[in-house]
């Protein structure tokens, strides 16, 4: 009785995913440790404790407890940006433009905030307007011309920096590249603490953009799994052609599932930049890496909401604990080259599930074929 | 003007190696999202060997040297797809993402590790080497002709003679067309694909090198390649699929590109007053037009992107 339980633990989706992520976890662990080595095998070991101690690299607990809330706050905008490109995936389609969309919230949110000095609501609703139009264009272009979703939205990432750098340059602070404090020029922007910074030690970044965050996840969820447009979003994700023969706006629907995924990102870099933990850089020549971060969390999480969550906090934690490497031997990009291993593996998932399930099936025969011996005996 | 054409060929150059890989890659049925970091791998492999082969070596041992280091590392670097993609049916658009980052990302490291190792407080991810770029290049009058160029145009002839007049390159295609049906004629369909996934980790490393070569004489990895695998890919789509057509698309994109580098010399242009980042967002701009235009009746090979399972009907 007690074996029959443990294989139908096996045979679970949701616990074959689980050590899916974690294998994943440990072989980019392992990989990333491999790489410290070549570089520098004295302080190997101490760099990748220190990636994985992150906040509890502090003795004190009070010094410990703010940079976890630092870490937490790092992890709404990651979470959402996981959301944005698994809710995309569910349906078929690979929203690399997180990235992008993100860039778009980012700036429409600290535009309305320092130039207009709207409050705060306001800002996040502008974030989660402009990502989701910019992931409507692509899937405009891929609904009505055909255009591969994942080109258009690097073309789209591209665009977007250049545009937001522009923009941003007319509320840029007069001595600095970075766009003028949101504590300095609008208070009101900035999403209330309602005493949440307290039990991190009143590290005042830490809002109610966190709950939030964790609240979308949920409602996500609910979209997927428990709504008609939800089922038929899926559907339209497996088969084009079969949704449309069922009477759903398939095309509609595409675009709709950008739409949304866009807002997901952009109401991310909105619970970010919102918080004023960090000014935009006008000058940067790169798109930020949050909403590639997002696939790996989307994919580390197996593809679920509330999976995402955990697989969110666990990509910002060694991203964070990056800088705490031993910076005269090695550098904070070391976290960025494990989360890269991280996504790499996660392509191997599907394979290991295959696997996993046809040695279940061997050993389930090989069982039964012995017990059919032993009656006869 | 001269100027402008220079920029055009050496840019365009980058754009038909590179979208010529990702045919290849395509044509075997292998999407190749992932180009974007075999450009990187390659830049880095060839960077590395600019900046370590002394300057003083003659031109030619230079030039091969260092097309030898981008070629490999690209070809290396490939594998990673090569093998998720084709022996493990990874999916291959979230292979390719990884790669792009796990590039980017490696570089760095890499980069960074070499620099600190020389001299404890450099910290940066740049590579210089004014000096060792010279044996690339010929002047000619005002015009700096860059051996890139030629071997771009030959890799150009040499794609259509490979694609459409070998067994080879027929076999390519039909493996990217219909793989069950060149199965059942003996085509080894999985060495097919890796032949098509390692031609383009050659021509994505060796157009990664020319890239960071290509008017400027230091690069800094944390920028990766900036998106210009991507545009690479617009250019295949553009071309649709086929080497002479991907050579005038790429011609068109390097001149858009080669503008946002030579435009102050156009008095014209000045005149506009626009600010020079709409010149750089013009690439990724014209690309999205073009491709909302052209990818409606495209003539993507029809298999690309599905795993090859040979239990499957």
């Known amino acids: 009785m007690n074996k029959k339980e443990k294989r139908s633990l096996l045979r679970n989706g949701a616990v074959q995913s689980l050590i899916a992520s974690l294998a994943c976890i440990l072989l980019g662990l392992l990989a990333g440790y491999i790489v410290l080595l070549l570089i520098n095998p004295a302080g190997a070991g101490k760099a990748i404790t220190a990636i994985l101690k992150n906040f509890m690299y502090y003795p004190t607990k009070i010094k410990a407890m703010q940079y976890f809330g630092s870490t937490l706050v790092k992890t709404a905008p990651l979470l959402l940006c996981s959301l944005s490109v698994l809710f995309a995936y569910k349906v078929g389609l690979f929203n690399i433009g997180a990235a992008g969309q993100y860039v778009a919230g980012a700036g429409a949110c600290l535009y309305c905030a320092l130039a207009l000095q709207l409050p705060w609501y306001f800002c996040v609703l502008a974030a989660i307007v402009v990502g989701a139009a910019l992931a409507a264009i692509s899937g405009l272009l891929k609904a009505y011309c055909n255009v591969n979703e994942v080109i258009s939205c690097i073309m789209l990432n591209w665009i977007a920096l250049y545009v937001v750098n522009m923009l941003l340059s007319t509320v840029k602070d007069a001595s600095s590249p970075y766009s003028e404090a949101l504590t300095a020029k609008n208070p009101g922007a900035i999403i209330p603490s309602m005493g949440l910074s307290a039990i991190f030690a009143n590290n005042k970044y830490v809002t109610i953009a966190l709950p939030l965050a964790v609240i979308v996840a949920i409602l996500v969820w609910v979209l997927l799994e428990k709504t008609k447009l939800g089922y038929e979003l899926k559907a339209t994700g497996l088969n084009k052609q079969a949704a449309k023969y069922c009477g759903m706006r398939e095309k509609y629907n595409i675009i709709l599932t950008m739409a949304i995924s866009g807002a997901l990102a952009g109401m991310g870099a909105s619970f970010y930049y919102l918080t004023g933990m960090e000014q935009w850089a006008v000058t940067q020549t790169s798109v930020p890496g949050m909403g590639f971060n997002g696939i790996a969390a989307a994919f580390l999480g197996g593809l679920h909401p509330i999976g995402a969550i955990f697989s969110s906090y666990f990509i910002q934690h060694i991203t964070s604990g990056g800088a705490y490497v031993d910076k005269s031997m090695y550098c904070s990009q070391i976290s960025d080259l494990i989360s890269a291993l991280i996504i790499y593996l996660c392509g191997f998932v599907f394979f290991f599930k295959l696997w996993l399930n046809r040695l279940l099936d061997r050993r389930d025969e090989k069982r039964a074929a012995q017990g059919q011996k032993g009656g006869e005996a | ?313």
């Open chain 2, 1 to 313: 003007m001269l100027l402008l054409v220079q920029y055009t060929l050496i840019f365009a150059s980058v754009l038909i190696l590179v979208a010529l890989g990702g045919c290849f890659s395509e044509h075997s049925g292998v999407i190749n999202i992932g180009l974007e970091g075999i450009m990187v791998m390659g830049a880095l492999g060839g960077a590395l060997m600019l900046k370590f082969v002394p300057a003083t070596v003659p031109a030619v041992v230079m030039i091969v040297l260092v097309i030898a280091a981008a070629v490999l590392v690209g070809m290396l670097y490939s594998l990673l797809l090569a093998v998720a993609a084709i022996n493990f049916k990874a999916d291959q658009t979230l292979v390719g993402t990884a790669l792009n980052l796990l590039g980017t990302a490696a570089a760095v490291v890499i980069v960074r590790a070499i620099n600190m190792a020389e001299n404890k407080d450099n910290v940066s991810s740049t590579i210089t080497y004014i000096n060792s770029k010279k044996a690339f290049l010929v002047r000619i009058g005002g015009f700096e002709f860059n051996w890139f160029m030629l071997i771009a145009a030959i890799a150009l002839v040499v794609s259509y003679i490979v694609l459409y007049k070998t067994r080879f390159g027929l076999r390519l295609q039909a493996c990217g067309e219909h793989p069950q049906a060149a199965d059942s004629v003996g085509i080894n369909v999985y060495k097919m694909r890796y032949a098509g996934v390692l031609i383009s980790g050659l021509l994505g490393g060796l157009g990664g090198i020319v890239y960071i070569t290509a008017g400027v004489s230091e690069w800094k990895f944390e920028n990766g390649v900036a998106g210009f695998g991507f545009l690479a890919l617009a250019v295949m789509i553009f071309g649709q699929w086929k080497p002479v057509n991907i050579g005038i698309a790429a011609l068109l994109f390097g001149l858009f590109r080669a503008l946002s580098n030579v435009y102050t010399g156009f008095p014209a242009l000045v005149a506009l007053k626009l600010p020079s980042t709409i010149y750089n967002m013009l690439p990724y701009i014209i690309s999205l037009v073009v491709l909302a235009f052209t990818s409606g009746k495209s003539r993507a090979p029809k298999a690309e992107g599905i795993p090859y399972d040979k239990g499957q009907r």
